[in-house]
């Protein structure tokens, strides 16, 4: 059974960093993509960023390139989001999920086959 699992998540002020790791197992990296995603208070769910498994090649949501770095280490079966310079307007859970379709589909459709508990993400002063 294929399964992720989010830690990293807290409370961290404006302008500080966080890194968020994705711990899957139950499938090999290599046939999928795995993506982050958010949903803040009272708003819609939205893509962060996704990499594909098979060659590393990855991706953002829009306005996520820059602040946000996605990255795998496919030896110990993690995907991790590091997070700088975060704002308050970042506050919100974030979730990994796991497709088998490329990330582009993915980030677009949400339509992916697993999904985390998601770690939620406070910033404030």
């Known amino acids: 059974q294929a399964r992720v699992t989010e830690s990293g998540g807290g409370f961290v002020q404006p302008g500080g960093s966080l890194r968020l790791s994705c711990a899957t197992s139950g499938f090999t990296l290599d046939y999928y993509v795995i993506a982050w995603f958010r949903q803040a208070p009272g708003k819609e769910r939205e893509g962060v960023s996704c990499?594909?498994?098979?060659?590393?090649?990855?991706y953002y949501g829009d306005g996520m390139k820059g602040r946000f770095t996605i990255s795998m280490d496919k030896a110990n079966n993690m995907v991790y989001l590091q997070m700088n310079t975060l704002e308050p307007e970042d506050t919100a859970v974030y979730y990994c999920a796991v497709d088998g379709l490329g990330c582009i589909a993915s980030l677009r459709t949400q339509q992916m086959d697993y999904w985390g508990k998601g770690t939620p993400v406070t910033v404030s002063s």
């Open positions: 990499i594909a498994g098979s060659d590393g090649a990855t």
